[in-house]
């Protein structure tokens, strides 16, 4: 386990930073310094970083759990491994981002962002695995720790394995408030994130750290859930 003040910064010091973090750079930022903050050197930097942690940190959770001693989260970290492969891989544009090829005309003919990447070719790669992404801080961030706290009884034993640390409910709330003020745009009218998108990507990405870091720590140290 790690130290408690480790997991005190993790799970609610830097969740309810984030949020300052960014009402702090729509209050007082420029426009130009806004741009640059916002931009693929800046804060999506700390996404693809955060996405490649928690890539290994699922890998190391699947490789480290032999088949006969958790096969539902064995599963569940192969799955989870995919997800964040493709999720971290897409960010950087499979890698266009560092390497600065050129995009094919006929891909580029097809995709928002000119880049070769998939969830810009099509909407289908892009709104459905974010949707899945929000079901899943939904449930895993608010019902699961909501129920761990007043209703064991019935949440499955069978799946105690994948079931996250509580205080991930910190995350998963702040994430749900962000995505409700990514709405307002539509719903009034006011503009509150120069952009909206990476600012609910960054609590996306955090939740699935914090998810991952919760996992390892019961696995780990905790007696190898069964």
């Not at 130290?3 to 209050?27: D, R």
């Not at 420029?30 to 942690?53: H, N, P, R, T």
């Not at 394995?161 to 749900?176: E, M, Q, T």
């Not at 990405?205 to 870091?213: A, C, E």
Request: a neutral charge; charged letters at 15%; one cysteine or more.
């Amino acid at each position: 386990m790690l130290p408690k003040s480790v997991n005190t910064v993790l799970f609610y010091v830097i969740p309810f930073f984030l949020p300052v973090l960014f009402f702090g750079v729509e209050a007082f930022l420029g426009f130009d310094q806004k741009v640059e903050f916002y931009s693929e050197f800046g804060i999506e930097l700390v996404q693809e970083a955060l996405l490649f942690v928690c890539l290994f940190l699922s890998l190391f959770i699947f490789v480290t759990i032999k088949p006969s001693e958790n096969k539902w989260l064995r599963i569940w970290m192969g799955l989870c491994s995919i997800a964040c492969f493709y999720i971290a891989f897409e960010e950087i544009s499979w890698g266009q981002k560092f390497f600065q090829w050129s995009t094919p005309d006929v891909w580029a003919a097809n995709a928002t962002q000119k880049e070769t990447n998939i969830h810009n070719h099509s909407q289908l790669f892009n709104r459905v695995p974010r949707t899945i992404l929000e079901i899943g801080i939904l449930f895993g961030g608010i019902i699961i720790p909501a129920l761990m706290t007043w209703a064991p009884q019935k949440l499955p034993q069978k799946f105690e394995a994948i079931y996250p640390f509580r205080s991930i409910a910190v995350i998963g709330i702040l994430a749900f408030m962000i995505k409700v003020l990514e709405q307002f745009p539509g719903w009034f009218d006011i503009k509150i994130f120069y952009r909206k998108s990476e600012v609910m990507e960054i609590f996306m990405y955090d939740f699935i750290f914090l998810y991952l870091v919760s996992i390892a720590q019961k696995w780990k140290f905790e007696g190898r859930l069964r």
